[in-house]
Structures are given as structure tokens and as C-alpha cells.
T-cell receptor
Framework: RKEVEQDPGPFNVPEGATVAFNCTYS??????FFWYRQDCRKEPKLLMS???SGNEDGRFTAQLNRASQYISLLIRDSKLSDSATYLC?????????????FGKGTLLTVNP | DAGVTQSPTHLIKTRGQQVTLRCSPI?????VSWYQQVLGQGPQFIFQ???????GRGNFPDRFSARQFPNYSSELNVNALLLGDSALYLC?????????????FGQGTRLTVV
């Protein structure tokens, strides 16, 4: 089983749509969780951290379910500028606090 | 303020050669990590350095080595290059060794091995 697995995608949605990304992780001792965004041929950038209580940043909502080892990202009212690859990222657990473990990424294209 | 800077941005090498990639972290950041990203995959962890000491190493062969300097900049060296080493090499800077999730990435070095 891969350490971090994401929806394979790609996702193609119209502007204004709501889109959800799902992610599971295998290491139950993982401590920190993030969503990063990566534009084509650019570096990854931190989108938001994910907390057990759930957290929201504008149109973006992230949720964490530790019991199910499941992370989600919801984007409401999609914009053209949201087109990117979304990376689910996990940190820590089993003495590996020093590294980030990335999923493969899910490509989102928002169409006019 | 300058972000994370990496050099060179692009590089073409032949099999068997050696390469050195460089990274300067954000001012005040003491932790530097290196990641390899092949096309269609997420970044894979190679090394983390904090206060000039190696804190962790990913599942990469000994051909990969790195170091961190007193000014916290870092170099990644890859010896005996293979075609499969072609990838985007990313450097990530974070404030300290315990908050690596809040990492800032450089634009990367795109290495092509022919």
C-alpha cells in the first residue's frame, strides 16, 4: 500500500463548480497534514494545513479523519486560477518527522 | 525578501557524469530538504539537513549525497548519473527541523541525463 494515495484524476470542472479531492495515508502515527498546490512546471506551494477539527480558508475547506486515515479538500466556486495539481502531504510518524510524504497529485482543470 | 533560490535552473548531463545542485534557503531558515520529482509523480524525499547535520535520508542510493554549510545553504551531489535520475530536484526551506510541513520550495533544478 502506498504511503499517501490520492484520487487519480484528472478532474475537469466548469467555473463555479464545487470539487472535492480525497486522500488516504497508511501511517497511523503521522502527525501533520497539508495540501500543497503545484502549477505546471513550477514548485509546490503550501495551500493549507489540515487540522482534526477541520479548517476553512475562503473557498477552501480541509478535513482530517484520523480514525479513517483520510484527508479531504473541498473547493467551492471554482475559478480558472484554481487549475493546478493538488498534492496531499503527510509528515511524521515512526520517527520520520524530518520528511514530507507526498501523494501523486490530482490534476484539476477549471474550464470557462 | 528573497525566497528559496536554486541553481542552476536547467542542466543536461550524460550518463556516468557527476552533478552538483545548489540551494540557498530563506534568510533565517535553518532547515533544508531535498526532493526528487519525476514526471507525473509527487516529490520524493531525499535528505533533510538542520543546523548542518543530516537529520534524515530517503530511500536513495549512496550515489546521492548532500551537505549544509555554516550559512545554511546546501548542495546536493549525484555521482555516476543514470538516465533514471532525470527529474526536477527541489529544495525546501523551513524555519526549523520540527516544522518541515510549513516548507517553502525553490523553483527547482530540472536535470536531464542523456
Amino acid at each position: 500500500r502506498k504511503e499517501v494515495e490520492q484520487d487519480p484524476g484528472p478532474f475537469n470542472v466548469p467555473e463555479g463548480a464545487t470539487v472535492a479531492f480525497n486522500c488516504t495515508y497508511s501511517n497511523s502515527a503521522s502527525q501533520s497534514f497539508f495540501w500543497y498546490r503545484q502549477d505546471c512546471r513550477k514548485e509546490p506551494k503550501l495551500l493549507m494545513s489540515v487540522y482534526s477539527s477541520g479548517n476553512e480558508d475562503g473557498r477552501f475547506t480541509a478535513q482530517l479523519n484520523r480514525a479513517s486515515q483520510y484527508i479531504s479538500l473541498l473547493i467551492r466556486d471554482s475559478k480558472l486560477s484554481d487549475s493546478a495539481t493538488y498534492l496531499c502531504v503527510v509528515n511524521g510518524g515512526g520517527g520520520s518527522n524530518y520528511k514530507l510524504t507526498f501523494g501523486k497529485g490530482t490534476l484539476l482543470t477549471v474550464n470557462p | 525578501d528573497a525566497g528559496v533560490t536554486q541553481s542552476p535552473t536547467h542542466l543536461i548531463k550524460t550518463r556516468g557524469q557527476q552533478v552538483t545542485l545548489r540551494c540557498s534557503p530563506i534568510s533565517g531558515h535553518k532547515s533544508v530538504s531535498w526532493y526528487q520529482q519525476v514526471l507525473g509523480q509527487g516529490p520524493q524525499f531525499i535528505f533533510q539537513y538542520y543546523e548542518k547535520e543530516e537529520r534524515g535520508r530517503g530511500n536513495f542510493p549512496d550515489r546521492f549525497s548532500a551537505r549544509q554549510f555554516p550559512n545554511y545553504s546546501s548542495e546536493l551531489n549525484v555521482n555516476a548519473l543514470l538516465l533514471g535520475d532525470s527529474a526536477l530536484y527541489l529544495c525546501a526551506s523551513s524555519l526549523d527541523g520540527g516544522r518541515v510541513g510549513e516548507a517553502f520550495f525553490g523553483q527547482g533544478t530540472r536535470l536531464t541525463v542523456v
